[in-house]
């Protein structure tokens, strides 16, 4: 499997990252949730995360979604020209799978 951690190597040190069970698990949790890591990269992932257009499910408006994967962040905000750089101005919320998202509806007028 190309994609499964190697099992030799030096022991884990904390200046290279998480160890391989770590990588593991997280593969564990993608293939739990989506299947396989190809339907959550490839069918999913294209589709899902980055920025998409969509339809907030509240209220059916029209606009943008951002997401992105980062179970890890401590925080994630949509930055940019159209909001002068400031981190503060479109945070994104964090769902239970570690899921960063924000809506930005479509500007009328």
Do not use: K
């Not at 499964?4 to 993608?30: C, K, M, T, Y």
């Not at 949730?33 to 339907?39: C, F, K, P, Q, V």
């Not at 907030?56 to 179970?71: C, F, I, M």
């Not at 002068?84 to 007028?109: K, Q």
């Amino acid at each position: 499997d190309a994609m499964a951690p190697e099992s030799s190597g030096p022991p884990h040190s904390p200046w290279l990252g998480p160890g391989p069970e770590v990588f593991a698990r997280v593969v564990r949790s993608i293939e739990g949730d989506a299947g396989s890591l190809h339907t959550f990269i490839v069918d999913q992932g294209l589709n899902y995360f980055g920025l998409t257009r969509g339809y907030r499910s509240s209220d059916g408006a029209p606009g943008l979604w951002y997401r992105e994967w980062a179970p890890a962040a401590v925080a994630l905000s949509l930055i940019g020209d159209f909001n002068g750089w400031s981190p503060g101005a479109h945070p994104c919320a964090r769902n239970a799978r570690g899921v960063w998202e924000i809506f930005l509806p479509d500007c009328l007028g």
